[in-house]
C-alpha cells in the first residue's frame, strides 16, 4: 500500500510538473491541496531509502519548495540527497535546485558547491539543457560572491548552449544570469534592456515566475537611474503577481525595494513599516538580499531615521515588523494606509487555531496529543506546525516553545 501511495505521487506530480509554467496559479493551488500528501510519499521515500522516487517527487513539486516552502523544500532534499550519497544516477537538477534554495538566501558560498556537482552531473549524461540551467544559476551565484570573471565565463558558455527554442523557462533563465551580471559590473542600462526583453518572452510564454523577476530589475534599474515613478509602477506590478504565486523570497525582496521610493517621496512612516514588515517576511521566507542596492538602501534607513528620529523610526519599524504577510502587502500596494498598520499589528503573523497549536507544543505536547485535545486530525496539527514554522521563520518545535514562552497565554479557544 505504501508503495502504491508513493508511486501514485510520483506519476501525479511528474505528469503534472510542466504545469506550473503552462498555468501556474492552477497548479500551485493543486499543490497547496495536496501538500500533505506529497510530504508523506517523501517521507514513505526516505523511510525506505528511495531516494530515487523521493528526489523525483521533489524536483517535480520544486516551484512549491522555492516559493513557498523554502525549509522543508531544503530539508527534503538535504534528506534525499544524504541517502543518495555519490551515485552517478543523482539528476543534476536535484544538484541545482539545492543550489538554488541557498541562492535565494543570498548564501553564494553554500549554494556554489551544489552547483558545481549540478553541472559535472549534467556534462556527465550530455544533457545540454541542464548544463545550460546550471552555469546560468552558477553565473548568478559567482555574481552574488563578488567574483565577475568567473560569472561571465559561465554565461557565456550558458548563452553558448542555450537555444531560444528550446522549452521554458531556459531562455528566461538564461537572461535573468544576463540581466544579474549587468547590474554587478555597473552596466545599468544594459540590465534595463535585457529585462525588458526578459519581460516580453515571459508575458508570452505566460511565465509568471520569471516575470516577476523581469519586473523586479526594471524597477532596480529605474531607482538606480532616478526614475522614481516608473521603479514605483514597476514594483508594483511585480508584487501583485509575487502575491498571486505566493512567492516569499520576492515578497522580501520586493517590500525591501520598496522602501527607497517611500524614503525619497517624503513617505519616511512608510518606509519604516515597509522595513519593519520586510525583515518579518524575510525570516520566514529564508530569504537574502544581496546586491548594487545594498548602499542605496542603508542610504535610504538612514534617512528615515533622520526624518522621523530614533524613537519614531523604531517604533514604525517594529510596528512593521509584526504585521502579519497579507497586511505587509496590502501596505506596500497602499491598500492599507500606514496609520492603520499599529491597529492591526499586535495580532501577529499566526491565525487563532495556530496560536493555539504553538502554545499546546509549548507544553511539550505531541502531534497526536494536541489533536486530542483541539478535535483535530493528526494531519491537520501537522500542517498547523509546518505554518507556524513558516510563519515566525523557525525550523524547530524549541524554537515554537520558546516563541510561546515570550507571550501571555490565552489556551486554546
Aim: hydrophobic residues 45%.
Amino acid at each position: 500500500l505504501d508503495d502504491r501511495f508513493v508511486d501514485y505521487y510520483r506519476t501525479r506530480t511528474l505528469e503534472s510538473e510542466g504545469d506550473f509554467w503552462r498555468r501556474p496559479l492552477g497548479w500551485l493551488s493543486w499543490v497547496r491541496l495536496e501538500i500533505d500528501n506529497i510530504s508523506l510519499a517523501l517521507q514513505k521515500c526516505l523511510d525506505s531509502s528511495d531516494w530515487q522516487r523521493g528526489l523525483d517527487i521533489a524536483i517535480a513539486t520544486a516551484p512549491y519548495w522555492s516559493t513557498q516552502g523554502t525549509r522543508d523544500g531544503r530539508r527534503w532534499f538535504d534528506q534525499l540527497l544524504a541517502v543518495a550519497g555519490d551515485a552517478a544516477a543523482v539528476p543534476a537538477r536535484a544538484y541545482r535546485l539545492r543550489g538554488m534554495i541557498d541562492m535565494r538566501r543570498a548564501d553564494a558560498e553554500a549554494a556554489r558547491p551544489w552547483l558545481v556537482r549540478a553541472t559535472a552531473a549534467a556534462r556527465a549524461v550530455d544533457d545540454r539543457r541542464r548544463v545550460a540551467e546550471a552555469l546560468a544559476t552558477s553565473s548568478i551565484v559567482e555574481n552574488m560572491a563578488r567574483r565577475p570573471r568567473v560569472a561571465a565565463q559561465l554565461l557565456e558558455e550558458a548563452e553558448s548552449i542555450a537555444d531560444p527554442r528550446m522549452p521554458d523557462p531556459l531562455p528566461a533563465q538564461v537572461l535573468q544570469a544576463k540581466t544579474v551580471h549587468a547590474f554587478f559590473t555597473g552596466d545599468v542600462a544594459a540590465a534595463g534592456q535585457i529585462s525588458v526583453a526578459g519581460e516580453q518572452l515571459c508575458r508570452a510564454s505566460g511565465d509568471l515566475s520569471h516575470l516577476v523577476q523581469m519586473l523586479l530589475y526594471q524597477g532596480q534599474a529605474a531607482i538606480l537611474t532616478g526614475d522614481i515613478d516608473r521603479a514605483t509602477t514597476l514594483l508594483d506590478e511585480a508584487l501583485r503577481v509575487a502575491r498571486q504565486l505566493d512567492d516569499r523570497p520576492a515578497q522580501f525582496d520586493l517590500l525591501t525595494l520598496m522602501v527607497w521610493p517611500a524614503s525619497t517621496t517624503g513617505q519616511a512612516r512608510l518606509a519604516a513599516q515597509l522595513l519593519g514588515a520586510a525583515g518579518g517576511v524575510q525570516a520566514q521566507a529564508a530569504a537574502g538580499l544581496t546586491g548594487p542596492f545594498e548602499p542605496l538602501l542603508a542610504t535610504a534607513r538612514q534617512t528615515v531615521i533622520d526624518a522621523l528620529g530614533v524613537t519614531g523610526f523604531e517604533a514604525a519599524f517594529a510596528a512593521g515588523q509584526r504585521m502579519a504577510r497579507d497586511d505587509a502587502l496590502r501596505l506596500a500596494l497602499g491598500e492599507t494606509p500606514p496609520d492603520d498598520v499599529a491597529d492591526r499589528a499586535p495580532a501577529g503573523p499566526l491565525a487563532p487555531r495556530e496560536v493555539d497549536v504553538a502554545e499546546l507544543v509549548g507544553e511539550g505536547l505531541t502531534n497526536k496529543q494536541i489533536a486530542g485535545r483541539l478535535f483535530i486530525s493528526d494531519r491537520t496539527v501537522a500542517t498547523h506546525v509546518r505554518n507556524i514554522m513558516n510563519k515566525l521563520g523557525f525550523d524547530t518545535r524549541a524554537q515554537i516553545a520558546a516563541w510561546t514562552a515570550t507571550r501571555p497565554h490565552t489556551g486554546p479557544g
